[in-house]
């Protein structure tokens, strides 16, 4: 049986299955990109939820994991080698996923690469950028006066919305026929914008010609429909 004791995280959500892929997540949409993927892929893992909401993830324990303090983070008792691996950084661990375990990412080299640069552009753009949407649309940031930045935020947000729409003119997934890691890093914070964020006719939404049935077909896979209620909310 693995021993997880190296890992302080394990002492504050103890594992009661210590031989599978241990989440410490929360159903956000970065923390659903990992909880996707695994229900995607069908390796078995042990979910845990850090209550955010009650700044679980800036514990002593988690920042053992995670110095930076976000959700989500893992533990593979059986990584490289055979040893544990502790992870964070949602991309990093949907890379680290599909390489584990040979799916969710194309095989050929340049495809591969494809797929990545489209995980970047969600780490890189879109989520810092719907984040701030959230922001200063729905949570403290409506509050303030100036409504500049949230019109920046706007409209950087409806031209990273142009961008994907412009990939999936012709396809059914970012990698034509391939459902990869590039479209579960984005299934989350687009659906989060136009629902949770409630800002669909801010960045009308409704205007895209083929995003919104992508993501109605992203929202229809079952193991995308189980993957954004975990963890569980306490």
């Not at 995607?40 to 009650?54: D, F, K, M, R, T």
């Not at 984040?131 to 950087?156: C, M, T, W």
């Not at 990273?160 to 890093?185: K, P």
Request: charged share 25%; net charge negative.
């Amino acid at each position: 049986m693995p021993d997880l004791s190296a890992f302080p995280i394990a002492k504050r959500w103890p594992a009661a299955h210590p031989d599978r892929l241990q989440l410490y997540s929360f159903p956000t949409p970065n923390g659903v990109k990992v909880s996707i993927a695994l229900e995607e892929i069908g390796l078995p893992y042990e979910p845990h939820a850090v209550n955010i909401s009650q700044n679980e993830s800036w514990t002593p324990e988690f920042l053992s994991l995670n110095p930076n303090g976000k959700i989500p983070a893992i533990i593979d008792p059986d990584g490289p080698d055979g040893a544990a691996l502790g992870l964070f950084e949602s991309g990093a661990i949907l890379l680290y996923l599909a390489e584990k375990t040979g799916k969710l990412l194309p095989a050929d080299t340049a495809r591969r690469y494809e797929t990545i640069q489209w995980v970047f552009f969600q780490m890189a753009a879109v989520g810092p950028m719907f984040g701030q949407v959230g922001f200063f649309h729905k949570f403290a940031g409506r509050e303030i006066a100036d409504k500049r930045p949230l019109e920046r935020y706007r409209d950087e947000s409806k031209r990273l919305l142009g961008v994907l729409d412009t990939r999936l003119d012709g396809r059914q997934w970012i990698m034509d026929d391939d459902y990869t890691i590039a479209d579960i890093s984005l299934i989350g914070w687009v659906r989060n914008l136009v629902g949770f964020y409630g800002a669909r006719e801010l960045v009308e939404f409704d205007t895209l010609k083929h995003v919104p049935g992508w993501l109605e077909r992203s929202l229809a896979r079952p193991a995308v429909q189980r993957g954004l209620d975990i963890p569980k909310r306490p």
